[in-house]
């Protein structure tokens, strides 16, 4: 059993095809910061977003990776480099740890 564990309206389900929530069907996503209902365009504003709420660059890892880590905890959110490649899975990632603070939308 292949795939990506996505978590979408309080439920837990396993996508085969995680790259066709996104693309194929038309139905793209947008990640939007509930307390000023901006929606993230780029990684310089998501990093001031995610600064602000204790988490921190963490520049050991892959260099293909935007990482980020909160001392406080052991989670990790792991971003591709290229903003073009910042997907759902990524965005329902950041919005688990990161509870109402962050929702995922349709565009």
């Known amino acids: 059993m292949s795939g990506v564990w996505v978590f979408k309206n309080g439920v837990f389900r396993l996508v085969e095809n995680p790259q ?3 693309g194929r069907n038309g139905k793209r996503k ?4 509930l307390p000023t209902g901006e929606v993230v ?4 504003f998501l990093e001031r977003i995610l600064m602000g709420l204790g988490w921190e660059r ?3 890892g892959d260099p ?3 990482q980020f880590h909160k001392h406080s905890s052991i989670d ?3 971003l591709p480099k290229d903003f073009s490649k910042f997907n759902s899975i990524n965005m329902y990632d950041i919005v688990i740890k990161n509870p109402n603070v962050f929702h995922v939308r349709d565009k």
């Open 20 to 22: 066709g929530e996104d």
């Open 30 to 33: 947008m990640l939007v910061h």
């Open 41 to 44: 365009t780029s990684y310089a």
């Open 58 to 60: 963490y520049y050991d």
């Open 64 to 66: 293909d990776l935007y």
């Open 76 to 78: 990790l959110i792991s």
